[in-house]
């Protein structure tokens, strides 16, 4: 084929830490999948949680936009470099304008910057470790702090996995009542992804990714009413290339959502009036529930009970009020409006939406690694913040479809930018963060796996106040999966009782 360029893809990857040292699984790729890992379970022989590793894979494309991907084979050679950087201990802190460390000179700020610099790896097999950088507070020695790994599977692609959820301070500082909290470090981690690609003795760079090492995802099955996937598009995105809408891509995850809020909020758990509960089949396709105009309702209500979805807001915490992104509320304005569905009907046999497809396109790896993240409230959020939301940080190109292309701009942002405003370390604030921030990341409360049906919900946390939490309480916490039973917690430590 005739190639016009080399991408990347996924644009921006997720990866998450887990305190396995040995046992990790592939992040999703495909819209819809949701899939546990190939033994079921999300974490190791051991107990330890697996991490998730970012996959990333080269397309070469023609001057239509066809895209075939590139492996590692007689006549094709890849090379990838990744710089993975923690900066958060000299950043501006998530909700002031100042930074942390504020009494640090700016030499001295450098030193809190974990950058172990790039690493590379080509061929298959290889590997890299991000294991020279180092986080120095005055009066006490430099620390090495691991940040992870790189390595190329079987056919040459790439996996980044991040750190092992490491977070400390050298000098014991007692944590800040909120997520900042100075002479502390944690691992996660941001940075660029590149490749240089040899075809038949031709040397092409590829247009270049993102990676993002963020915290566990403790509900995998659970999608966000609002994802980074809906945000970013609503930010990045012209008005004409969301104009449109799609049941199946658009209308339903808004239904799902609301679905299996249940499972990880009792107090998600829709009512009928008469406080007795709502099944959540009522809630499923319009035709069998309140309605479209019901659901459209909803979206728009504020300030009382009905509204949805129920989560705190990013403009007041203190609200349940999460606004749907303004695209998404159009959509459901327009599918309300109108008399039949245009294309396939919400199947009962689904379960976490339709089917997952069988290919793997550059597409559909963009979106996977963005629909499985929180895009509401951003205060600051779980994976990446309101830094991900400015066109200016971004490449200057579009796909074919009038999308952004969701490729940072290597020259405009620096490794470790994106993560930097995060929460100083990212367990506190996941600890303290209990109800109805991000619940299908952090669950809030649960139904334990094998429970007698008329059990009640437990709260996920339930044997570790926040110190602990920090300290290694987090690996002990359960994953909520769906089983028979519905959505239930399954591997929780004995720790966690």
């Not at 035709?287 to 979206?299: S, T």
Request: net charge negative.
């Amino acid at each position: 084929m005739d190639i016009a360029e080399i991408r990347i893809h996924p644009a921006i990857g997720i990866a998450r830490v887990g305190n396995s040292e040995t046992g990790s699984f592939v992040g999703p790729e495909r819209k819809w999948d949701r899939s546990a890992p190939e033994d079921g379970k999300y974490k190791d022989k051991d107990g330890r949680i697996k991490r998730q590793a970012a996959r990333f894979r080269l397309f070469a494309c023609d001057e239509h936009d066809t895209a075939t991907e590139l492996v590692v084979r007689p006549g094709i050679e890849i090379e990838w470099t990744v710089h993975l950087v923690n900066a958060k201990a000299a950043a501006r802190k998530f909700d002031s304008a100042s930074t942390r460390n504020s009494g640090y000179s700016d030499a001295e700020l450098e030193n809190l910057v974990i950058d172990p610099g790039p690493r590379t790896v080509g061929g298959t097999g290889e590997e890299a470790v991000f294991d020279s950088g180092e986080f120095t507070l005055k009066g006490y020695p430099a620390e090495k702090v691991g940040l992870g790994e790189i390595r190329t599977d079987e056919a040459g692609r790439l996996l980044v996995l991040g750190g092992l959820g490491t977070a400390r301070s050298p000098s014991g500082k007692p944590l800040a009542p909120t997520g900042d909290t100075d002479e502390w470090y944690d691992d996660v981690s941001d940075g660029p992804v590149t490749a240089k690609v040899t075809i038949d003795g031709k040397e092409y760079r590829a247009a270049g990714a993102w990676v993002i090492v963020a915290p566990p995802k403790f509900a995998p099955p659970v999608i966000h009413a609002v994802r980074l996937w809906d945000k970013m598009l609503d930010e990045l995105a012209p008005p004409a290339a969301s104009a449109s809408y799609s049941y199946v891509d658009d209308i339903y995850p808004i239904v799902q959502s609301a679905i299996d809020a249940g499972g990880v909020n009792a107090s998600a758990h829709s009512t009928d009036r008469n406080g007795k509960p709502r099944a959540h089949h009522l809630f499923r396709h319009p035709v069998d529930g309140p309605g479209k105009a019901g659901i459209a309702g909803r979206v728009d209500q504020t300030g009382g009970t009905g509204h949805m979805p129920k989560l705190k807001s990013d403009a007041e915490r203190d609200d349940l009020d999460l606004p749907l992104t303004p695209t998404q509320k159009r959509m459901i304005a327009k599918w309300a409006s109108e008399d039949d569905d245009r294309e396939p009907r919400w199947d009962a046999a689904w379960v976490d939406g339709p089917p997952v497809s069988d290919r793997v396109t550059p597409g559909e790896m963009d979106q996977a690694a963005l629909e499985n993240c929180a895009g509401g409230p951003l205060c600051p959020g779980i994976e990446a913040g309101g830094f991900l939301l400015r066109r200016e940080r971004y490449e200057r190109v579009r796909t074919p479809g009038g999308l952004p292309s969701f490729r940072l701009s290597h020259d405009e942002v620096r490794p470790g930018e994106v993560t930097a405003e995060m929460t100083l370390p990212w367990q506190a604030d996941t600890e303290a963060c209990d109800s109805f921030w991000w619940p299908a990341a952090r669950p809030n409360q649960v139904k334990i796996a094998g429970s007698p049906a008329t059990a009640g919900r437990e709260h996920w946390n339930r044997a570790f106040p926040r110190a602990l939490f920090v300290a290694g309480g987090w690996a002990k916490m359960g994953f909520v999966t769906r089983q028979d039973e519905g959505l239930v917690e399954t591997e929780s430590s004995p720790e966690n009782r």
